[in-house]
């Protein structure tokens, strides 16, 4: 079977996007999140995170 990117239903601040990241690749979101933070202020993430809230879907398998 192979993985998808969702959004993250259980593991989400904002949209879940951070979360559902760290679920793909298995580590802990809280990198993910500091990530996130350290490109919203070097440019580009925050458009790179609404464009990723509005592109994924959200996991209704679980």
Not at 5 to 23: F, R
Not at 30 to 43: E, N, P, Q
Not at 44 to 59: L, Q, R, S, T, W
């Amino acid at each position: 079977m192979k993985k998808k990117l969702y959004l993250s239903s259980s593991d989400k601040k904002l949209a879940g996007v951070c979360g559902g990241i760290a679920e793909y690749f298995d580590i802990d979101s809280t990198i993910v999140r500091l990530g996130c933070v350290f490109l919203a202020f070097t440019g580009g993430g925050v458009i790179a995170y609404i464009v990723a809230a509005i592109i994924m879907e959200e996991n209704t398998a679980k």
